[in-house]
């Protein structure tokens, strides 16, 4: 089955062709990240008039790839939600519709499924079951997957997710959006031992996570070490983004370890933009090792937003015989745990 996958809930838009026989044909993104440093952030309405116009030629730019035409496919999968209502409701219309005029199903995707599965699209991908970390700009949660579609929420934040608690420490240090990969890149060159950050909620039981206090301490650290001009030298915002860093990462392992130990299971998911970065990465083989338990992750590419890993759960489920209805389905807020099983 030949399935065309369209993602476009935030500031990718992202398309792909996979292949349930051959695999992935072809991927194609375009990120507005440039357009939005200028605001600090992801600015809606902007984001939706760039997938209007970048998402058509992304579409016939993964055909050329492909060496197909539209009329070879054999569905279509598209980001249903979670995301900006504006940003999903591009992908969502083009996806129906061209299904439509095609006479092929169309699959409406949870995008937190497709981070979830990206993993997948990887040599020796994990066997069901096992626990995920999702780690992106919008969700951090522990679920317990016992196979496609059958989630168990194990805990999550209450408050700001990885990424954005990421992307508000940048901010803090003047760096641009988004500030993870900054904020990583920045902390290779600190001093690991100068600051030391709280890990929050790790000293009482549970699977929940709490990002805004590490938010708030960022803060005050940075202001503390302002000079008389206002100005931060470079080596403390260094060591800042560093102590940063290990918080979030560490936070992170500890709550890992713990869902681990908790379910008796011994295969680690990270997926989602943050489990794009390499401490993370780092930090949690040593800690599953430790445990002798497995850690998988896609790619660093298919960590962000992309369109493969959307072509990839709808083809799962189109498999199955599932199939979505004539609705164009965008939803901005869409748990998990209320997805059919396969
Ligand atoms: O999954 P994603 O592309 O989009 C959402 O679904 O939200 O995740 C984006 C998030 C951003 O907050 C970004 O700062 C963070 O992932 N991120 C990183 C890294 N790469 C992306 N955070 C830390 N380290 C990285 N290397
Ligand atoms: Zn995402």
Not at 37 to 49: D, F, H, I, M
Not at 205 to 222: I, Y
Request: proline share 5%; charged share 20%.
């Amino acid at each position: 089955m030949r399935v065309l996958g369209i993602e476009t809930s935030c500031d990718e838009t992202g398309v792909a062709l996979y292949d349930s026989e051959q695999g992935l044909l072809a991927d194609a993104l375009y990120s507005q990240v440039a357009m939005h440093t200028e605001y600090g952030g992801v600015v809606p309405e902007l984001a939706s008039r760039d997938h209007v116009r970048k998402l058509i030629p992304l579409i016939k730019e993964v055909m050329a790839e492909a060496g197909l035409s539209l009329n070879d496919l054999d569905a279509v999968a598209y980001t249903a939600g979670p995301g900006l209502i504006g940003a999903l409701m591009v992908g969502a219309s083009t996806g129906r519709a061209l299904a439509l005029g095609l006479g092929i199903p169309a699959m409406a995707v949870h995008h937190m499924e497709g981070h979830l599965l990206a993993p997948m699209l990887e040599e020796n991908p994990p066997a069901f079951p096992f626990v995920a970390l999702l780690v992106s700009g919008g969700h951090t949660q522990l679920v317990r997957v016992d196979a496609i579609g059958q989630y168990e929420l194990l805990g999550e934040s209450l408050d700001d997710a990885a990424g954005e608690a990421f992307d508000k420490a940048a901010k803090m240090l003047g760096l641009e959006y988004p500030g993870g990969p900054l904020i990583a890149k920045l902390a290779e060159q600190g001093d690991r031992t100068r600051f030391r950050f709280p890990r929050p909620m790790t000293d009482r039981p549970g699977l929940d996570f709490s990002f805004s206090g590490l938010k708030t301490f960022t803060l005050n650290t940075a202001e503390s070490c302002r000079d008389d001009q206002g100005q931060i030298d470079h080596q403390t915002m260094a060591d800042i983004a560093a102590a940063f860093e290990d918080a979030v990462v560490d936070t992170l392992a500890i709550k890992c370890r713990r869902a681990l130990k908790e379910t008796g299971l011994k295969q680690l998911v990270i997926a989602g933009g943050v489990s794009a970065n390499k401490r993370l990465r780092t930090r949690l083989e040593e800690m599953v090792k430790a445990e002798k338990a497995h850690l998988f992750y896609a790619r660093p590419h298919f960590c962000t937003d992309n369109g493969a890993m959307i072509a990839y759960a709808g083809c799962q489920r189109l498999l199955a015989g599932q199939q979505s209805d004539l609705t164009i389905l965008a939803k901005p807020r869409w748990p998990m745990a209320s997805l059919p099983p396969l």
